[in-house]
């Protein structure tokens, strides 16, 4: 067990470029989390997946915004046509089902569009 | 936003000392849990507490929380430079929202 994992580590693009980042769970976790945090503020919840299903959008994530996990196990979050304001830490988090030991976060993805 | 506010924003102390950090939030909840952040290590889970719990105690930790004022408390005895980061409490509903964090730093 390796923990969450995610890469790149650091991402930078020019505005109105696609970037594409991926986070590995820990492998027996079926709960798949993303996250955004910008400098000083907490992490912001966007999406999460159980298995490979996508449960819950948090309106933070515009059209722009893709994620999937398409065999329950990694994720990919997509970015079109960034904006300077997408700039932050992209976080991913996994947890058992049940939460109870709450969720074990990746190093995360820095994204600096420019 | 939906972020929980955290108190205080920043808290300096010597090591030894306790530190105590205030969380507010703002739905019912399943539960409250504790996360650390540095940049050696990212986020890191501290303790959880449920919403039937009033304390909990985890090692240096001492978490309680108190529904009615939809409030919690994270104590750390015993501080240690180690100790210096960013301290988040998060409430669970269907997912965690975060609050805005405590700045935690402890001087040798």
């Known amino acids: 067990d390796t923990g969450v994992s995610q890469n790149p580590r650091h991402k930078i693009t020019k505005r109105g470029q696609n970037v594409t980042f991926r986070c590995d769970p820990i492998?027996?976790?079926?709960?798949l989390y993303w996250y955004r945090q910008t400098l000083g503020q907490g992490p912001e919840f966007l999406t999460y997946?159980?298995?490979?299903?996508?449960?819950?959008k948090s309106r933070l994530l515009s059209d722009r915004f893709s994620a999937e996990r398409p065999k329950g196990s990694f994720s990919t979050l997509e970015i079109q046509r960034t904006e300077q304001g997408d700039s932050a830490m992209y976080l991913c988090?996994?947890?058992?089902?049940?939460?109870?030991?709450?969720?074990?976060f990746g190093p995360g993805t820095r994204l600096t569009v420019t | 936003s939906q972020q929980g506010e955290e108190d205080p924003q920043a808290l300096s102390i010597q090591e030894g000392e306790n530190a105590t950090m205030n969380c507010s939030y703002k739905?019912?909840?399943?539960?409250l849990q504790w996360y650390r952040q540095n940049s050696g290590r990212g986020l890191v889970h501290l303790i959880l507490i449920r919403s039937n719990e009033r304390e909990k105690h985890s090692g240096r930790l001492r978490v309680t929380l108190d529904t009615s004022k939809k409030s919690s408390s994270l104590l750390i005895t015993a501080s240690r430079a180690a100790d210096t980061a960013s301290y988040f409490c998060?409430?669970?509903?269907?997912?965690?929202?975060f609050g805005t964090g405590t700045r935690l730093q402890v001087f040798p």
């Open positions: 492998s027996e976790h079926n709960r």
């Open positions: 988090a996994s947890s058992q089902t049940s939460g109870s030991r709450g969720q074990y």
């Open positions: 998060a409430s669970l509903t269907d997912k965690l929202i």
């Open positions: 997946f159980q298995n490979e299903a996508q449960l819950e």
């Open positions: 739905t019912s909840i399943n539960n």
